[in-house]
């Protein structure tokens, strides 16, 4: 019995030992098949669970980019930004919040400090300079969004995040301002909601001033309080770059002065002076009246907002006349001395011609026809070339063709081929008159006659300035010579002989040799009627004429009154004068030119 007792004890252990076997490969394959999903979600993390939830605890802050600043030749401030920060809170997070951690330098290492919504508040107070009851009440509360306090400067804004409590977040914004308030208001522009360039140089230099906008990220708990060791990271802004203009804010504003009375004087509907530097073709001034203020456009119509220097394409009149000058004179047609019988009326291909005055036969140089602004022997004199000629001269001068400154709306005018020109605009065209341009267009075609029979392109912006004070020259359009340094010399001493021995005596200026040009032509009704409404009044000069450096043009549109009394030379004469003396223009030396008006 014993013997059989112990032999059925041995028969039972393999069985237990297979059931431990079975038991112990059951939690190992468990163990397998846990640690397997343990690696592929935090090791492989195949369905991105791991990122996603980080996701969803990073609360990212927007960080400003401060907007470029708009100055002038000389570093005036036009217009420039100010970055600030509301500082917000969520209320059902710090309120029930009675403590949280931080990371603080504790004799020299970095610790966990535990700090008290009391301590917080106290010392959120301290730093946004307020009173601490009155900071308690502000992040007391169930409100998700409140506004603790705004407008602060961004170190002050620094130190709010540094202090790392629950509920209190920022956001930025930044304040566009202009300092000269109307001074080239136009020409700088302004923003739709105070962040994208609608007008001016605003707008068509936005992606420039812009800059991009940085970030900051930091870790949040389910319970919506910081991670203190968690992420955190700073994408710091791009700030835009300045965007620096040819423009001399001085003369500028004198400008905008001295048209604006001129228009208010005369009742005209609007008024334009332009100033430019003959050897570079920088602007110095483009002043219109009625000129915005970019802290508050909607003060003038929206008509006045832009800077019709460019966007105002009108018939010129005769101060066409000395690029058909230089025309004949460059074909060879013609010289400055070249005598012209004049009769009191011209009638050629049956259209009839009359100057502003009254005069019989008259023997004139072709100096005389301008210096006398005589439709009749312009016309003469422009019949010596054919219809195509006319047409690509003025072309050359670059009438149809946009000055293209960096502006929005530029007016490219009206050249019409000659191929579409009737039996009186082939004419007309000679005088300013079936032709439209804007006031720069003219000034770009005189300068060239001022600059030896070289264009340059027109420039409003120098140079573009980086956050770092590193400044990138805009460079110049290329150059072309339109007519030969002789040709140019020939027609500036015809517009000298204007001032000296012609009608134009109103421009001459004290010490400075002077060469200039009016322009008187009818207005189109605005009404789209046919006929006219008023006239368009300029004067164009240069000086001095010795070594010619700035160009000054005087424009009014539709100004009251008779148009044989208005006169643009007082506001000429003034603004030139301001111009010679900034720039520091020696007087002219040597005697004028005065080349005879009338034949021997």
Request: proline fraction near 6%; aromatic fraction near 6%.
């Amino acid at each position: 019995m014993i013997v059989a007792q112990g032999k059925a004890s041995r028969q039972k252990v393999p069985n237990a030992t297979k059931r431990l076997r079975l038991g112990l490969s059951i939690m190992l394959a468990l163990l397998v098949v846990v640690g397997g999903k343990l690696f592929l979600v935090q090791g492989l993390d195949v369905g991105g669970m791991a990122e996603a939830a980080l996701d969803n605890r990073l609360r990212p802050t927007v960080l400003p980019a401060e907007r470029g600043s708009i100055v002038d030749a000389n570093g005036t401030v036009l217009a420039n930004s100010v970055i600030r920060y509301n500082i917000t809170v969520d209320q059902a997070v710090n309120t029930k919040t009675e403590s949280f951690k931080r990371l603080e330098n504790v004799n020299g290492e970095e610790e966990l400090v535990t700090i008290s919504r009391d301590q917080g508040i106290s010392e959120l107070a301290a730093v946004l300079g307020m009173n601490a009851d009155d900071v308690r009440n502000a992040v007391t509360g169930k409100k998700t969004y409140y506004i603790v306090a705004k407008d602060l400067k961004p170190d002050v804004e620094d130190r709010v995040s540094k202090l790392q409590i629950p509920g209190i977040f920022s956001e930025g914004t930044s304040k566009r301002v202009y300092p000269n308030g109307s001074v080239a208001g136009g020409i700088v522009g302004f923003l739709e909601n105070g962040d994208k360039g609608q007008a001016g140089l605003e707008q068509t230099q936005d992606g420039i001033l812009r800059g991009t906008p940085g970030k900051r990220l930091f870790e949040i708990g389910a319970d919506g309080l910081r991670i203190p060791v968690g992420v955190d990271q700073l994408t710091p802004a791009q700030d835009g770059k300045d965007v620096k203009l040819t423009l001399n804010s001085d003369i500028q504003y004198f400008a905008q002065q001295a048209i604006q009375s001129q228009a208010d004087k005369l009742s005209a509907e609007w008024g334009v002076i332009i100033v430019s530097d003959i050897k570079t073709g920088n602007l110095i001034a483009m002043a219109d009246t009625n000129a915005p203020d970019p802290n508050d456009p909607g003060k003038v119509a929206a008509k006045d907002r832009g800077v019709r220097a460019v966007t105002a394409a009108y018939e010129p009149g005769s101060v066409e006349k000395p690029l058909v000058a230089s025309a004949l004179i460059q074909e060879g047609k013609s010289s400055p001395l070249d005598t012209f019988t004049i009769p009191p009326s011209l009638v050629i291909d049956g259209q009839q011609f009359d100057d502003a005055f009254s005069h019989g036969t008259e023997r004139r140089t072709l100096a005389g026809i301008i210096g006398y602004s005589m439709n009749t022997g312009t016309v003469m004199a422009g019949s010596r070339m054919t219809k195509d000629q006319r047409h690509d001269w003025l072309q050359k001068f670059g009438i149809g063709e946009t000055p293209e400154i960096g502006l929005p709306a530029e007016a490219k005018g009206i050249l019409t081929p000659a191929a579409q020109w009737d039996d009186r605009q082939q004419y007309t065209v000679l005088f300013g008159q079936g032709v439209s341009q804007s006031t720069l267009q003219t000034v770009r075609a005189y300068q060239t006659i001022a600059n030896d029979g070289v264009m340059l392109q027109p420039r409003l912006i120098d140079s573009y300035i980086s956050p770092d004070g590193s400044e990138e020259k805009v460079p110049a359009k290329p150059s072309r010579q339109v007519v030969s340094k002789n040709t140019a010399k020939q027609v500036r001493d015809m517009l000298e002989s204007a001032v000296t021995e012609g009608e134009i005596k109103e421009a001459a200026l004290d010490g400075y040799r002077v060469g200039a040009k009016t322009g008187t032509s009818e207005s189109p009704c605005d009404d789209g009627t046919a006929g006219f409404c008023g006239y368009t009044a300029s004067i164009l000069g240069m000086a001095p004429m010795d070594d010619p450096r700035f160009i000054v043009e005087v424009v009014l549109q539709r100004p009251k009154g008779s148009i044989y009394g208005i006169t643009n030379g007082p506001v000429f004469r003034s603004v030139m004068s301001q111009v010679l003396r900034t720039y520091n223009v020696p007087p002219s030396k040597g005697a004028p030119v005065r080349l005879p008006q009338y034949a021997k």
